[in-house]
């Protein structure tokens, strides 16, 4: 079945840097662009930014560029998502998505499904 | 970028009864030439992820009950809950997917009366 698995929760200190892994499995892993999404405690869904698995390339939600860098690495099948300068407010709970269907000829924008089983990141000295 | 905008904040409902949740968005999502709004809905119950619902505003996905429909179009929209089960207690979001960046609402949040 189609499937994202993220890695494992982390902790972080203030200035630090997390790197956030999602494995896909189960679908051609280049026709379908990844979403990251961040969900603060007690708040709503935050869209972080893409990345098209084939060829990498990205786009940034304005309020992290230049502290974000979304990569992948297509033998493994996994994306990866690096947010640094970390502050207390960036704690939350990370997930990836599978959006943009692009296994087609052309590329279309479609809901986000499946979701990974989030990555809860903890910023605190 | 497209600001989504649920009411009400929350909700209370007896169990059997009708619960709707309403969703407007800043700019149409309807892609016209298509006739299709690029709008989904999502339920998240605590410590879980987001769940997909409904998309295209109107289509349930596969496995969903059909006490579950979309409605709407443009930049009005409605997610109803013909008879609430205490299973459907959770927060409720819709998403645009017209454009990037993909904006959600800020949820509305379904308890039992």
């Known amino acids: 079945q189609v499937q994202l698995v993220q890695s494992g929760a982390e902790v972080k200190t203030p200035g630090a840097s997390v790197k956030v892994s999602c494995k896909a499995s189960?679908?051609?892993?280049?026709?379908?662009?990844i979403h990251w999404v961040r969900q603060a405690p007690g708040q709503g869904l935050e869209w972080v930014g893409l990345?098209?698995?084939?060829?990498?390339?990205?786009s940034y939600a304005q309020k992290f560029q230049g502290r974000i860098t979304m990569t992948r690495e297509p033998s493994t099948s996994t994306v990866y998502m690096e947010l640094s300068s970390l502050r207390s407010e960036d704690t939350a709970v990370y997930y990836c998505?599978?959006?943009?269907?692009?296994?087609?000829?052309?590329?279309?924008?479609?809901?986000?499904?499946?979701w990974g089983q989030g990555t809860l990141v903890t910023v605190s000295s | 970028d497209i600001v989504m905008t649920q009411s009400p904040d929350s909700l209370a409902v007896s169990l059997g009864e009708r619960a709707t949740i309403n969703c407007k968005s800043s700019?149409?999502?309807?892609?016209?030439?298509?006739?299709?709004?690029?709008l989904a809905w999502y339920q998240q119950r605590p410590g879980q992820p987001p769940k997909l619902l409904i998309y295209?505003?109107?289509t349930r996905e596969s496995g969903v009950p059909d006490r579950f429909s979309g409605s709407g179009s443009g930049t009005d929209f409605t997610l109803t809950i013909s008879s609430l089960q205490a299973e459907d207690v959770a927060v409720y979001y819709c998403?645009?997917?017209?454009?990037?960046?993909?904006?959600f609402g800020q949820g509305t949040k379904v308890e039992i009366k």
């Open positions: 998505a599978r959006g943009t269907d692009c296994s087609r000829t052309n590329c279309r924008r479609r809901w986000f499904d499946p």
């Open positions: 189960g679908y051609t892993f280049n026709s379908y662009y």
């Open positions: 990345i098209n698995p084939s060829g990498g390339s990205t």
């Open positions: 700019q149409s999502v309807l892609y016209s030439s298509k006739n299709e709004n690029y």
């Open positions: 295209w505003a109107s």
């Open positions: 998403q645009q997917y017209y454009t990037t960046p993909q904006t």
